[in-house]
């Protein structure tokens, strides 16, 4: 069976868990904790750092980019980048927006240090990076909305990585109950049709002992 190893509250391994639901790949998930180092994960990937997919034949990929393009080229029947050289650009713009702007200034500011260093004690959270992380979602939701409000899909016409990339993250938020839905209808509507995807069922399914989520959190009506 193919195994992807990832943890329920980090992005990059979201994004891959829903690519593989949309491509139609079984998997098995396993949930790895990258801050205990085990050697065997270590052995798999030096960097250790989730999520790894290992295909039935035994090929690693290692890292959340690699997974991501992987997924991609090896399974092009179910795309979920565009064909046009141009609009495959605006994707991975959206994409990389997502996966390391906002991962910078707001995913480690709340979801970092609110959940990953209980989980991991490494300390109490650190209350400057929460205020930042508060104040700078708002303006992703913002950007969010405007691209809402003028394409069907976050990139263009159709759902993409820029829309799973961005859902990941506020998937992410959304489970610690940080994401002020009421802010941004737009982005609320947007939100809530993701959510509706049979691909993105099994991440609201998750549940981390000791930390469940809001009740709201699973509810496809919010």
């Known amino acids: 069976m193919r195994t992807l190893y990832h943890h329920p509250i980090h992005p990059l391994s979201r994004v891959a868990r829903v690519m593989l639901a949309e491509k139609g790949l079984p998997f098995e998930p396993v949930v790895e ?5 085990r050697s065997d994960f270590l052995k798999m990937n030096p960097a ?32 979920l980048l ?7 650009a605006e ?22 240090e609110k959940l990953i260093k209980r989980l991991s004690g490494q300390g109490h959270p650190f209350a400057p990076a929460i205020r930042a992380g508060l104040a ?15 394409r069907p899909w976050l990139a263009g016409t159709a ?12 998937s992410c938020l959304d489970y610690i109950d940080n994401v002020p839905w009421d802010r941004s209808p737009e982005a609320k509507d ?25 009740r709201h959190y699973a509810d496809l009506d919010f």
């Not at 759902?159 to 506020?170: E, K, S, V």
């Not at 069922?201 to 469940?212: F, K, Q, V």
């Open 190 to 214: 947007w939100y809530a049709r993701i959510k509706s995807r049979p691909s993105f069922r099994a991440l609201l399914a998750d549940n981390i002992t000791g930390c469940p989520p809001p």
């Open 48 to 79: 250790g750092e989730v999520p790894v997919l290992v295909e039935e034949d035994g090929t690693v990929v290692a890292g959340g980019l690699a997974v991501i393009e992987y997924l991609e080229e090896a399974y092009p029947d179910t795309p």
């Open 159 to 170: 759902f993409t990585l820029a829309d799973i990339a961005a859902a990941a993250q506020l």
């Open 136 to 150: 700078n979602i708002t303006y992703h939701l913002d950007y969010i909305a405007f691209l809402s409000e003028r």
């Open 82 to 88: 565009p064909r046009e050289v141009a609009a495959r």
């Open 33 to 37: 904790k990258p801050w205990e180092r």
């Open 91 to 112: 994707v991975r713009r959206i994409a990389d927006w997502f996966l390391h702007k906002f991962e910078r200034e707001v995913g480690e500011n709340l979801v970092g």
